[in-house]
Structure formats: C-alpha cells, structure tokens
C-alpha cells in the first residue's frame, strides 16, 4: 500500500485510465471493464482493477487540479510500477471550432501552475504527450463515425474559476483548443519515470459559447472518449 492508495501489490495493472472524478472511475470499471473489482477506496477515490478485451487495466480516481492528480500519479508510477497513464476527463473549449461533446487528444500542455517552475528552478518545461499513445488514440478516433476529434495543445490551469479569463486571449492565439487542470502534470511526473501519457478531454462546455453539459453527462457518458483510450494503451501493451 501506498500513503493514498489502498492497493496490495500486483492489483493495479501496468495501465491505467484517471478520471479526475471517482464516479466516473466506478462508471468506467461498471460499464468497460470484466470482472472489475475494486482496489482503493482511500479518501474516496475509488480505484478499479478489470479487464478489456483481454487486457488487464485499472480505473484510478485523481481528484481536481494538479497537486492533487500529482499525489496519484506519482504514487502509481513510482510505487505501483505503472506503465502508462492515460487520463480521461473533461475540458472547457477556447475556439468556436471546438464543440462541446468534441474531444481533444492533447499533444502538450501549457500551464499557469507553478509546480515545474519550482521543479525546473524557474526554466519553462515543455510537457508533452507520448506520441504512440497519442497516434494510437488519433488512429482510434479517425476509425469512428460518432464523435469529432481535435490534436493539439490543452492549457492546465491551477484555478476553475480564474479571476483573469483574459490571459487564456494569447494562449488562443498561440493554438490552444481547451482549458483543464490536470494534464501538464501527468505528462512531467511521465517524464521523470519514464513512462507513457496521454491526456484525451471530452469539452464538456464551450468558454466562447456557453453552451454546457449537465453534471450527469459529465460523469456518466462521453463513452467514446473511453473507448479512444482503451484502443489506445492496449495498442501499446
């Protein structure tokens, strides 16, 4: 077992999917996976063990923002011996290009958190994705006809309700699609291990728009997405 993780050793697969919420993770685990049993149940955020076509993999609940994600993924990378990591969430979209239900496979992701500047005394880190899962995720999703995917970069930032929604204008113009608070840390702790990531975002609300998804859909559909993702760690198991 680990500080936040209940597991015994050997119960996480080498795969894993991370919602940030923990219901979506008992979701994932009830509607995906065979057999699926649970492994953590710390804090409340649940963790699952199953299998998908065959595959071991395991559900992992991270909670919101960076620190907290943080907490699991090093735990799982450097305690668990996980392999590869591909988070399953949700993101606001910034280009009216991006519609909602739309999902996002991100390459990189830029980030107004402070966590790699104190990790890379001050330089700026490019956080980026590993590129065989993120071509196995955009081969998954051009091989769909039901949802519209997007590569490129996703901006991660520390506060969902920022007092300064006009810095996100030259992040715009510098081509990022979408706004979450998670996926710059994964793709830095994957680094540092040496291990797979990937961040694929469904916009489950549009900043240009309004237009927005209910609680329910967030936590309980936005089954491609899903999908994308187990084709995508399995292709690379």
């Known amino acids: 077992m680990s500080t936040h993780i209940g597991a015994e050793p050997g119960a996480i697969a080498p795969h894993v999917l991370m919602p940030g919420d923990p219901l979506r993770a008992k979701w994932i685990a009830e509607t995906f996976l065979d057999a ?19 595959h071991r993999i395991s ?6 923002g960076q620190p907290s994600f943080a907490i699991y993924a090093n735990e799982l990378f450097d305690q668990y011996d996980v392999q590869s990591v591909v988070r399953v ?3 606001g979209a910034l280009v009216e290009k991006v519609g909602v239900r739309d999902v996002i496979l991100a390459s990189g992701a830029c980030t107004d958190s402070g ?5 890379f005394h001050g330089l700026d880190y490019a956080p980026v ?16 006809d039901d949802v519209t995917a ?3 970069l996703i901006f991660s930032g520390d506060q969902f309700y920022t007092p300064r929604p006009d810095l996100m204008e030259p992040m715009v113009e510098h081509g ?4 979450e608070m998670e996926a710059s840390a994964l793709y830095t702790l994957a680094a540092k291990y040496g291990r797979r990531a ?4 469904t916009v489950s609300d549009h900043m240009v728009t309004g237009e927005e998804t209910t609680a329910l859909e967030r936590q309980e559909t936005f089954s491609a997405m899903v999908e994308i993702a187990l084709e995508a760690v399995t292709s690379q198991a």
């Open 36 to 54: 699926a049993t649970g492994y953590n149940e710390v804090r409340g955020m649940l963790g699952f063990t199953g299998t998908w076509r065959g």
């Open 59 to 64: 559900v992992q609940g991270s909670g919101m």
């Open 89 to 91: 969430g949700s993101c």
């Open 115 to 119: 966590m790699n500047r104190v990790r």
């Open 129 to 144: 994705a590993d590129f065989g899962l993120l071509r196995a995720a955009y081969d998954a999703a051009q091989a769909r």
């Open 150 to 152: 997007w590569t490129g």
């Open 176 to 179: 990022v699609l979408g706004v």
């Open 198 to 201: 990937l961040a694929i975002c």
